[in-house]
């Protein structure tokens, strides 16, 4: 994970992702058919969305549409200062890298999701499914130069990683593509509330509740979320923790209140999971 373009292509190539513990995202089953490049979605107001931790496009895949998410590069251990003296001790680069890069943190978001659904006999659908990742050959990397994108953007030339790291694949995830979107009312709202404390239940937080995150009234983006076990979570002091444990349903309220309505009554209940190593202590 912390080596160089050779050990990116390696991990890219293989079967499933990230090389952790914990849950693992399967490569998209199509990975080495052409991709049509359809659209830009991720703009606002007409203009390429530059921050965030990627770009997004209308694809067709073998004669299907999907949204392709495309991720940019980051730097392993980028989050090592929020350790503490125990953590840095112990938590290696390649760890923090699986757990806090955005792709490999949609990776473990997503398969946590397949497998707690695969388990629990789930039919219902509230969050827009993800269908594996896959690197983008030479030819579509071409595609996204020609919109003025790099990949490398957040990263400073003369930065170690990146003098090691140039010229990996770039990393990609097929998602579902939603067409249409639907007005974030009181009742879109609590069917939102109902995923994310699912979520919640299944020892995934989200982290990132934004609009630009939301269509069609399903999450799109779990590319800041922590999936247990999580090398930070771990070392986070319990009376700390016990605030985090919320953050997702508080972080929801606040965009309701910036959408300018509210609901009835609020949307919290007691604690989904106990600080305690992420156990559950309720399954509401």
């Known amino acids: 994970m912390a080596g160089d373009a050779e050990e990116n292509r390696r991990l890219l ?16 089953p199509h990975r080495n058919s052409p991709i049509t ?3 830009w979605i991720n703009q606002t107001d007409g203009k390429p969305l530059r921050g965030g931790e990627g770009f997004v496009f209308k694809v067709e895949i073998d004669s299907k549409i999907y949204a392709l998410k495309v991720f940019k ?6 989050h090592r200062h929020t350790l503490g003296s125990v ?9 923090l890298g699986f757990h806090t890069d955005p792709f490999y943190a949609e990776c473990r978001a997503y398969g946590q999701i397949e ?7 789930l039919k219902r659908k509230d969050i827009a499914d993800c269908y594996g990742f896959l690197a983008l050959t030479k030819a579509d990397e071409e595609v996204l130069v020609k919109y003025g994108i790099d990949l490398w953007c957040d990263i400073p030339l003369d930065d170690e990683y990146r ?27 609590k069917r939102i509330a109902k995923s994310i404390k699912w979520m919640n239940r299944n020892k995934i937080l989200v982290v990132d509740i934004l609009p630009r995150n939301f269509k069609g009234g399903y999450l799109l983006d779990f590319g800041t979320s ?8 771990r070392y986070i002091p319990p009376h700390r923790m016990r605030s985090l444990v919320t953050i997702d349903i508080v972080r929801l309220e606040e965009l309701v209140e910036d959408l300018g309505f509210g609901t009835r009554r609020s949307l919290r209940s007691r604690p989904i999971f106990s600080p305690d190593l992420g156990s559950e202590v309720s399954s509401e």
Do not use: N
């Open 13 to 28: 190539s293989g079967l499933e992702l990230p090389e952790c513990e914990g849950p693992k995202l399967k490569a998209f």
């Open 37 to 39: 490049w359809l659209e």
């Open 73 to 78: 590069f980051f730097i392993p251990w980028r």
């Open 87 to 95: 953590a840095r001790r112990t938590v290696t680069d390649d760890e």
């Open 115 to 121: 497998a707690r659904r695969k388990k629990q006999g």
């Open 163 to 189: 003098e090691r790291a140039e010229g990996s694949p770039a990393r990609a995830l097929v998602k579902e593509y939603i067409e249409e979107d639907v007005t974030m009312d009181e009742r879109t709202v």
């Open 226 to 233: 922590w999936t247990w076990p999580h090398c930070i979570w």
